[in-house]
């Protein structure tokens, strides 16, 4: 890490620190102690080592199949863009190869991959879709999202919702919805 980001960090724990000190009451050394966990937990967070796209789907697990696939209930922890709060829930996944799959292991690191960034459930939800079916060679995918989102309960606990759960289709789950049906009934 660069000398001027090591100065930053240090700058935001102290800052951060403080903070924690005066709305809390804790110590210093307590409330040092928790800046410095609470700071290390997201940089570990988004400054997670992606795997590349390309390894994620160029190996291919060598069973032919050309039916529906699910993965189901992949669990996920992100951060909102708007407030950096995390939601976190499980993504399942409905494929239609053409002939092969991917490694089912993969679909967690794409979903991993794509978790450790801010962003929001639709995006999130949406990218899952775009890159598997332009990654890899099928005829449709299906994406579906439940998540708990904490800046909706912590910011407003009078306005508290439960889980969201977002949605998006590519390719043939995108033109029929006799398809769609089939997979939401074996979707977690
Ligand atoms: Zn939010």
Redesign the pocket.
Known sequence: MSKKVDKLNAQLESALSEFISQISGKTEDSAKTIATKFLNQIENKLNFEKKTIESIFSELNGVEHNQPIYINEIPFISF??????P?FGHVSIAVLPKKHIIGFSKFSDLVNNLSSNLT?QEKFTEEISQLIYSNLDCDGVHVKVKAK????DL?SPENAIGDITTTFSTGIYELDSSLRAEASLNMG
């Open positions: 909102c863009e708007h407030h950096m709060f939601f929001l989102h904490l800046c909706s910011l």
